[in-house]
């Protein structure tokens, strides 16, 4: 097996199959990134996978998950005005989280520099929306560098980090899901490590630091100006990649759409010349120009909004350039994935004379859809299971982002509404105002609690909203991984001050908190009813350890075979509670009618024996 974290330190060269989120983590070691900060989201959590493969002592950049997307922002920022090269990774939507420091970063003088890194979500993978994070970054004034592969993340990152040095200002490298999940033989560089430097090199003359009236049209100048020459660098040049072919039409692309593009054209008799910019915004003017004038048909693909095209048509319209050129032509160019199937339909669709369409269709699927659902054992479907019990139909349920978003589906139905991280118990109070006839009742996971979550319960109680909150404390941040939070007693590296949760609402002010272990469905049920018939603002604590987690631990420690249950076929009444209302995967009914269970799924929690009838579930 591949030892990572020696891998990742070796000082001579070596080349290695490696996914974009282990290649990264090499780009920052030999870049000299000093701190490097992150809230989990996919596609990137692993790259903390590969930063936690170095032993703690040996790494040679501090890491933290910090509690939010913004906060991680605000510690890398800080770390960078102090002189040490950052970095701040985390998921599409946490752009929205760190958004109002973000924004504002672009003006500042990062003197030690900051890389951004970017999981964007084409396809929407893992993401509530698509949301295409290069609109952000221009309102930013921010630098966006897109990489196709894991060689070209190691690579662009070096740039970046480069280039933010040299030019105090924030670069973006924008991964999606695909890059960061590939795997390529990358050819990784020497590395000699720096001295351990702790200086401390904020001075307030490198500012100003305060953005308010006279300062701020100096620095969105200064921000304009770096820009400009960030994207106008060679260094940036060279990372372009231009493939003449000799013909009069022409593709401009970028990222992974690059990678379908060459794939579709492999077969294609007649090739059109390609331009592949590795800087997205702002585009390298000068270079896009040249392209367009020196063909008489230009398509631009890229992967969701036409955010390249409007920049080059206005350019061209601008420098009065003749070259036609097409982009988005539908609806469906601004949705999923470029994966090769999809550019081959544009192609084929508004180049029928370059590249065929495929000639079996699209290529479908070929695996059984598999829906998501939660684990055998998980407490929040022991959780779920109780609530519905104690709720009324037309009880009103708003959910959050977390395993526990899992209760939308059937046959539980507890969610029926879902935004954003920490939205649930702000939505619930409006959903309460004039409102003299439905329960409100939210669901809230124990790191989105810390994440955004806290802000809503205060203003509950400020407002005196009628709302009742459910925290499904698992004691991790499940669904991302099992990472740490502030309630679980551990930081990323070492033992830390546990926050209880619990404590926290009590100092906020809640007044009715009733905290329940989610295997207890008839005391679960109790307190909801209590919590529900309650005025204001009540809290039902819903706990029970992730058992993913739990389990995954036991295996560690022990080979022993786990107990597991079994359906005593003889007592069963076929009533089916297991099945239809419970839901755990584990149990399926045979053709004959009778309940079995999987003996690859069961871990022997145990959490279903009280929900049948007739006790024919047995350990
Ligand atoms: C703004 C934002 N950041 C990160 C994520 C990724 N994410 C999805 S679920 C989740 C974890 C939620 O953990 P918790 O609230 O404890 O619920 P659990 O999964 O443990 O049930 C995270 C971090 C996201 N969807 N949105």
Known sequence: MINYGELLLKKEPFSEIVIGNTAIVRAMIES??????????????????????????????????????KVATEVAYGASVNGHLSCVFFKSVGLNVAADTFVQLGHMNLTGGMVIVLGDDPGAHSSQNEQDNRHIARLAYTPVLEPASPAEIYTYFKTAAKLSRKNGMPVILRLTTHTCHQKELVNFDGWTPDEQDSTPRFDRKNG?????????????????????????????????????????????????????VMDVLKDSPQKPDILKTALVYPLQMDVIRQFLNSHDEVKILEELDDFIEQAIKKEAFDAGIKCRITGKMSVEDHIGEFTPDKVREILSRDWPGIVKPSADGPVTAKTPARPPQMCPGCGHRSAFYAIKKALKETDIKVGDIGCHTLGFLPPYNMVELLMSMGASTGIASGLALFNNSRKVVCFLGDSTFFHAGAAGIVNAIFNRHDITLILMENGTTAMTGHQEHPATGRNFDEITERIP?????????????????????????????????????????????????????????????????????????????????????????????????????????GSCIQTCPVNAIKY
């Open 32 to 69: 000299g990134v000093r701190v490097v900060t992150s809230y989990p989201g996919s596609p990137t959590p692993e790259i903390a996978t590969a930063i936690a493969t170095i032993p703690h002592d040996r790494r040679p950049f501090y890491f933290e998950f910090s509690t939010n997307e």
């Open 208 to 260: 100003p630091y305060i953005p308010i009236t006279s300062a701020v049209f100096p620095m969105k100048r200064r921000a304009i100006y770096r820009l400009s020459e960030i994207s106008s660098s060679n260094e940036i040049r060279e990372l372009n990649t231009l493939i003449n072919n000799g013909s009069p039409k022409g593709i401009i692309t970028a990222g992974t759409t690059f990678l379908s």
């Open 501 to 605: 949760v619990r404590q926290m609402l009590e100092g906020m002010g809640v007044k009715k908190i009733l905290e329940v272990d989610t295997y207890n469905q008839k005391k679960l049920t109790e307190a909801v009813t209590e919590a529900v018939a309650y005025e204001g603002l009540s809290v039902v604590i819903a706990k029970h350890p992730c058992m993913l987690k739990f389990t995954k631990a036991q295996k560690r420690k022990s080979d022993a075979p786990v107990r597991q249950v079994s359906v005593d076929t003889s007592s069963c009444d076929r009533s089916y509670e297991c099945i239809n209302r419970f839901a755990c995967p584990t149990f399926y009914r045979n053709s004959d009618g009778t309940v079995t269970i999987n003996k690859d799924l069961c871990i022997g929690d």
